[in-house]
Nanobody
């Protein structure tokens, strides 16, 4: 089973930036569409962005123009560059395949607050 380890979260002021990383065990990440998800307190987990193994990207409307998803298959890593962060972006962020077929990792907590 693939293990996912997310990192890079933290406390940031509104308007700030963070870069999240997700490393997958094994070497099969390259074959999958990967996605970042987030779950805010009291809310369901939602898709933030996806990237195909060919590099095509999709963004949820609420992050479009602010977040950028990328991947480095040689490093088995998916990234999420988050700019212009807002309080509404506060959540635990997770990565998984585009259809979430792997076990969830522990996530990385992002808190946007002044």
């Amino acid at each position: 089973q693939v293990q996912l380890v997310e990192s890079g979260g933290g406390l940031v002021q509104p308007g700030g930036s963070l870069r999240l990383s997700c490393v997958a065990s094994g070497s099969i990440l390259r074959y999958y569409t990967m996605a970042w998800y987030r779950q805010a307190p009291g809310k369901q987990r939602e898709v933030v962005a996806r990237i195909t193994n060919g590099g095509d990207t999709y963004y949820a409307d609420f992050v479009k123009g602010r977040f950028t998803i990328s991947r480095d298959n040689s490093q088995k890593t998916v990234y999420l560059q988050m700019n212009s962060l807002q309080a509404e972006d506060t959540a635990v962020y997770y990565c998984n395949t585009g259809t979430a077929i792997w076990d969830w990792g522990q996530g990385t907590r992002v808190t946007v607050s002044s």
